[in-house]
């Protein structure tokens, strides 16, 4: 199938696939976290330099008068230099696809493209929605990991990236919380104090649902000898921290791939154990966005379509002599967490 022909069907162009995928909501019906705690920002270069924020908190002295005071230490905060590399996925319409098609419709290229209008649009969608899902991934890998695990698409080989933050900050429970010499909420409390310590103010903390089982069974019972109940938990640690406290519970899952092929497995986007304080204003960092060159293209093409350089791109590829058609979906886009707001444990449950 010759490349013009498609993209001479008036819906199925790049820019208004584009437009169409831009519109995804970022948090996939409200299942995706990246936006609220590593919200976007744009940045125009796909190698960063990068500055941690940097705790240093200098103290003035007293002086005599016509005297000088304290000089003001320097203290250069770590840098770090990140390489941006794009997240795509592609979907092929294939000769034989197009062949059935025509035979459907008795080579009627009207009724063709009118079925292909409503089958292209909704693969845009899906691809658009698995570009955010990788990043979702990635921010959570950053987050608990100080890491990013990339896998290349054909074979299925990993290779892994560290952001270089501080051991002390991402850190395993000496003994998991849900043995029976230790106190899992006892735990939490002591974890958190020095979170706040290391971090600020807090909102509370993100785990799985194990883990707040096992804090729950260890928390002090109510006077009648009841345990308690989850919203009645999160109150008791907040009354004995004298701030504000809540779990906030991620299972969600996603279909990972496996390999270099089409397998997936179903996976949670949380990893299990873990504990993570969230600050008080949610961000653990941010989302770097870097322009799609192609989408340069398409503003020149259609200024009116309003399409953003650094949102998901779609744009066609004619493979084979035009017996294939790959739709591909690009988005530019890198977690990078700040260290001075991790704060995260292995809980061992």
């Known amino acids: 199938m010759p490349k013009t022909w498609i993209e001479e069907i008036e819906d199925l162009s790049p820019a208004v696939l584009t437009v169409r995928a831009q519109a995804q909501s970022v948090t996939d019906q409200g299942r995706l976290y990246w936006n609220g705690f590593m919200p976007r920002r744009d940045v125009n270069s796909t190698t960063l330099d990068d500055v941690t924020t940097l705790d240093f908190r200098p103290v003035a002295d007293r002086r005599e008068w016509n005297q000088r005071g304290r000089l003001l230490p320097k203290r250069i905060p ?23 098609l025509m035979m459907r419709f008795n080579g009627d290229q009207a009724l063709v493209a009118g079925e292909m209008a409503v089958d292209i649009p909704s693969r845009v969608d899906q691809m658009a929605l698995g570009d955010y899902r990788r990043l979702e991934l990635d921010m959570f890998e950053a ?13 299925g080989e990993t290779f892994a990236a560290s952001f270089g ?52 069974a260890d928390a002090p019972d109510l006077a009648n000898g009841v345990q308690m109940t989850r919203a009645q938990l999160a109150e008791r640690v907040q009354d004995d921290l004298g701030a504000p406290f809540e779990f906030i519970v991620i299972e969600d899952t996603v279909d990972l791939p496996t390999d270099g092929g089409t397998a997936t497995s179903s996976t949670k986007v949380f990893e299990a154990g873990n504990v993570a304080f969230v600050p008080a204003d949610n961000r653990i960092g941010s989302s770097a966005f870097v322009p799609v060159l192609r989408a340069y293209d398409l503003v020149r093409q259609f200024p009116q379509a309003g399409i953003d350089t650094r949102g998901v791109t779609v744009f066609y590829d004619e493979e084979i002599t035009g017996r294939e058609l790959r739709i591909e979906a690009q988005l530019n886009a890198m977690p990078i967490p700040d260290e001075q707001r991790v704060w995260v444990i292995d809980a061992g449950v």
Request: proline fraction near 3%; charge should be negative; avoid cysteine.
């Open 78 to 100: 770590p840098r770090r230099q990140i390489k941006i590399v794009p997240i795509e996925m592609y979907d092929l319409i294939g000769e034989e696809e197009m062949q059935k």
């Open 143 to 155: 987050w608990l990991n100080g890491s990013i695990t990339q896998r290349h698409p054909q074979t």
């Open 165 to 216: 933050i501080d051991s002390s900050r991402i850190t395993t429970a000496l003994t998991a919380w849900d043995d029976a010499g230790v106190n899992a909420y006892d735990e939490l409390v002591a974890w958190y104090e020095d979170g706040l310590e290391a971090v600020g103010a807090g909102r509370g903390v993100a785990l799985r649902l194990a883990t707040l089982r096992a804090i729950q």
